[in-house]
């Protein structure tokens, strides 16, 4: 009886150590972040926190046998699912499965977006963007914050974030645009108008405002934005020259909305595009607090520029 408690006890300790290191495994992937400067105990009590270890004791113990306490790697991870501990061990201390948070800003142009990612190491930047512009997606990659691994393939990139603007640009928005007689790459073009125009959020609709009114009018948009666009480079002021530019994106000579959009707009400008503000306003300038303002009426537009003109 004595040798058969001995081997119960054995195996129940090995059955105890297997559940601890793969029995409370994660039904799912999951995708963790470990911050720069995290200590061992921080990324145990990180993975307890999303239920990807059972017990951060063990978890310290076994980067301490393994010589790993402190070779931790920072970085998000994307954690398999069914993973017992010691892999998990293994993947932070090897840096496997390494993603990076990467937070597309509303108004970047596609050659923007290219750049960022370059510049993380997800595509090749010069691919990424001749198959954006093959594909006609500028407008289309949604601004947001993507969790992606390095050396993504470029398609596999620019479906995520097409997906995201489809997940986004929903059934109302849809239905909305039919209201409006417009097709939903007249709504795209017009909110990354909107986009690069506004100077702070409540904006938005009140820019949208005015271009619907011209438009309607069968008036020239008049926005610095698409020529900015047309001349493919960033200026604090325009001349009278770059308002001469020839280009189907000068809306200074080209009636009605550009040929497509001058960026890839956020959600609340796509939103101002559809839903603009209930206003007979025409005009709008940067005032003196860097802030837009409207008018309805031509004079008191001029007015508003010498106004602002003088305090700038």
């Keep these: 009886m004595g040798k058969k408690l001995a081997g119960l006890v054995v195996l129940s ?3 105890l150590f297997l559940w601890f290191t793969w029995g409370t495994i994660p039904s799912k992937s999951a995708i963790v972040t470990i911050p720069e400067g995290s200590s061992a105990r921080k990324a145990a009590r990180i993975l307890k926190d999303a239920d990807l270890i059972a017990s951060e004791t063990l978890f310290l113990a076994l980067t301490r046998v393994f010589g790993v306490s402190d070779d931790l790697k920072a970085g998000i991870y994307k954690i398999p699912s069914r993973s017992g501990i010691l892999r998990i061990v293994h993947i932070l201390a090897k840096g496997k499965s390494q993603y990076y948070k990467v937070t597309i800003p509303e108004g970047y142009t596609s050659a923007q977006i290219a750049e960022l990612l370059e510049s993380h190491k997800i595509v090749n930047g ?117 308002l001469d530019v020839d280009s189907p994106y000068n809306t200074y000579k080209k009636y009605g909305l550009p040929p497509g959009p001058i960026c890839n707009p956020g959600l609340e400008s796509i939103r101002a595009a559809l839903y603009p503000e209930n206003s007979k306003d025409m005009y709008f300038v940067v005032g003196s607090s860097g802030t837009h303002v409207f008018s309805r009426y031509l004079k008191d537009h001029i007015n508003s520029k010498k106004k602002g003109k003088r305090n700038r």
């Design 13 to 15: 300790v090995f059955f």
């Design 126 to 242: 010069a691919r990424f963007l001749e198959m954006v512009n093959d594909g006609k997606l500028e407008g289309y990659l949604f601004p947001e914050t993507y969790v992606l691994a390095p050396n993504l393939p470029e398609e596999t990139v620019i479906k995520i974030m097409k997906d995201q603007f489809n997940r986004n640009f929903t059934e109302e928005f849809e239905k909305r645009a039919k209201e409006l007689k417009m097709t939903k790459a007249k709504v795209v073009t017009l909110a990354s108008i909107i986009e690069k125009e506004a100077k702070v959020a409540d904006e938005r609709p009140k820019i949208s405002a005015v271009f619907h009114n011209r438009l309607k009018k069968r008036w020239y948009l008049e926005s610095c934005a698409t020529v900015l666009y047309a001349l493919g480079k960033h200026k604090k002021k325009l001349t009278y020259k770059d």
